[in-house]
């Protein structure tokens, strides 16, 4: 089966760094995404990993161990913008579906 | 980027009524688009995986005769939410995977219709 898990809810601090992680038990999985979605609006696409280890890009980095079934997402120099619902969802080798993991809501205090 | 659109953004309608909702994508053809639901405060459940000229493919404890699903072509898929209640209320988004990339790391969001059921 399935099954994709974050935290539900964070708290950080505006201009500091913030770890979302995700782990993951699926069959067949085969890369694991980040989206990031603001209140009532659609998700848009982070970050794609489909092998081990860090990509960077701006101020958004995600990480994955596929042997560990264990992922990341770290934001450095949060602004309030980044209050959002951040998404972990993998994708499944045997079909071109995406399963979502329930979505992590960050907070960013001044 | 490619670019998915969905219409109507918002609708409101009577319980009983039927609602269709369309996807489309716009610069880039998709011969299988996907559609999920949104309640609020919770995360995206994939409704349905639609198949350009085929039958869709619904996940489990998906009424297909409830949520009718048609993709006609490469650029449009729509969803029926057939005879709806209140409990049908909800975020409906679609995305859309581009045929021409390879992998599965392509695939784009719609920005959503919200259905209310009164």
């Known amino acids: 089966g399935q099954n994709i898990d974050q935290p539900t809810e964070m708290t950080a601090t505006e201009g500091a760094i913030v770890q979302i992680n995700c782990t993951y038990q699926t069959s067949g999985f085969n890369g694991l995404f980040w989206y990031q979605q603001h209140a009532g609006e659609a998700p848009t696409f982070l970050s794609y990993n489909v092998l081990d280890g860090l990509e960077e890009k701006g101020r958004f980095s995600s990480f994955l161990s596929r042997s560990k079934g264990y992922s990341y997402l770290l934001l450095k120099e949060l602004q309030m913008k980044d209050s959002a619902s951040y998404l972990c969802a993998g994708t499944l080798s045997s079909a071109s579906k995406i399963i979502f993991g329930s979505g992590t809501r960050l907070s960013i205090r001044p | 980027g490619a670019v998915v659109s969905q219409h109507p953004s918002r609708v409101i309608c009577k319980s009983g009524t039927s609602v269709k909702i369309e996807c489309r994508s716009l610069?880039?053809?998709?011969?299988?688009m996907f559609w999920y639901r949104q309640f609020p405060k919770q995360s995206l459940m994939l409704m349905a995986t639609?198949?350009?000229?085929?039958?869709?493919?619904?996940e489990q404890g998906v009424e297909k005769d409830k949520f009718l699903i048609n993709h006609a072509s490469l650029t449009l898929s729509t969803l029926t939410v057939t005879s709806a209640h209140p409990e049908d209320s909800s975020f409906y988004i679609c995305s859309a995977r581009d045929i021409s990339a390879g992998g599965d790391n392509e695939q784009f969001f719609g920005p959503g219709t919200r259905l209310t059921v009164l």
């Open positions: 639609s198949n350009e000229g085929s039958k869709a493919t619904y």
């Open positions: 610069d880039f053809q998709a011969t299988t």
